[in-house]
T-cell receptor, first 114, second 118 residues
Framework: EAGVTQFPSHSVIEKGQTVTLRCDPI?????LYWYRRVMGKEIKFLLH????????ESGMPNNRFLAERTGGTYSTLKVQPAELEDSGVYFC????????????FGPGTRLLVL | DQQVKQNSPSLSVQEGRISILNCDYT??????FLWYKKYPAEGPTFLIS?????DKNEDGRFTVFLNKSAKHLSLHIVPSQPGDSAVYFC?????????????????FGTGTRLKVLA
């Protein structure tokens, strides 16, 4: 069974540009989460989808971040315009509806904003 | 303000010996705790969890202990193996009410890098 996949693995962009990160959860996982780890700090929750609906987006830093999950399958996280402080590793995780407490993480996208 | 703290950024242990990784938390309302292991360039991998109604959970070489009065969590690895070398994150969550909806928002520590020496 394929795990959570994320694309791209790395992205280097300039301040002010737009970047879109993609996450494909494990097949059949209705729960999808985005987390972020800024350099050397803890991994922080951004938001949670149940199927295509946003269940909790309390961790989104500001309105430059937009997450979508059309059709309840893959999700995208767009940062527009990117700022220097957005640099970090963006992780996606998924879990089945009945066992939300165990989340399976993808390898992450390393974003560097110059 | 960090609610989950891993005060040891790194730990070195000889192969075959016990590794003890520690984690402290500040919010007594947390009711679910987990340990994740992370290798370079990979995402965190679930290792073991414990509910606040228990004080110990064991899975093979891995045992997690929870001391609620001290707000302290620890992970014991016995015996330690070179393949255990990784960064270990502890995480805490509130169980949402009802548990079938709501969000398990993990709150992570900053990680402890374990190196098991052969």
């Amino acid at each position: 069974e394929a795990g959570v996949t994320q694309f791209p693995s790395h992205s280097v962009i300039e301040k002010g540009q737009t970047v879109t990160l993609r996450c494909d959860p494990i097949s059949g996982h209705d729960n999808l989460y985005w987390y972020r780890r800024v350099m050397g700090k803890e991994i922080k929750f951004l938001l949670h989808f149940v199927k295509e609906s946003k269940q909790d987006e309390s961790g989104m830093p500001n309105n430059r971040f937009l997450a979508e999950r059309t059709g309840g399958t893959y999700s995208t996280l767009k940062v527009q315009p990117a700022e220097l402080e957005d640099s970090g590793v963006y992780f996606c995780a998924s879990s089945i509806l009945a066992v939300q407490e165990t989340q399976y993480f993808g390898p992450g996208t390393r974003l560097l904003v110059l | 303000d960090q609610q989950v703290k891993q005060n040891s950024p790194s730990l070195s242990v000889q192969e075959g010996r016990i590794s003890i990784l520690n984690c402290d938390y500040t919010n007594s309302m947390f009711d679910y705790f987990l340990w994740y292991k992370k290798y370079p360039a990979e995402g965190p991998t679930f290792l073991i969890s414990i509910s606040s109604i228990k004080d110990k959970n064991e899975d093979g070489r891995f045992t997690v202990f929870l001391n609620k009065s001290a707000k302290h969590l620890s992970l014991h690895i016995v015996p330690s193996q070179p393949g255990d070398s990784a960064v270990y994150f502890c995480a805490a969550s509130f169980v949402p009410i009802p548990s079938t909806s709501g969000t398990y928002k993990y709150i992570f520590g900053t990680g402890t890098r374990l190196k098991v020496l052969a």
